[in-house]
């Protein structure tokens, strides 16, 4: 069972979740962000590019969590 504090969320920064789990570094590119981004938190950062946050933090967890993906 994952804890809801093992999940990837919103205001978490770009930089801590890419050395915590390394695996979200291609997904983190596929959506444009930029090494310069690193130091923002994850909405900050999808909403500067026009992405909606939880679409990038629902793609970073499936990633990291691919075993409840699409589990209700």
């Not at 930029?34 to 690193?38: E, P, Q, S, T, W």
């Given at each position: 069972m994952i804890r809801f504090t093992d999940l990837i969320r919103g205001d978490m920064l770009v930089r801590d979740v890419k050395v915590r789990h390394p695996e979200t570094i291609p997904v983190f590119e596929r959506f444009g962000f930029?090494?310069?981004?690193?130091d923002c938190d994850i909405d900050q950062v999808a909403r500067k590019y026009g992405l909606r946050p939880l679409d990038v933090v629902d793609a970073l967890n499936q990633v990291v969590f691919p075993s409840a993906a699409g589990r209700e």
């Open positions: 930029r090494g310069a981004c690193d």
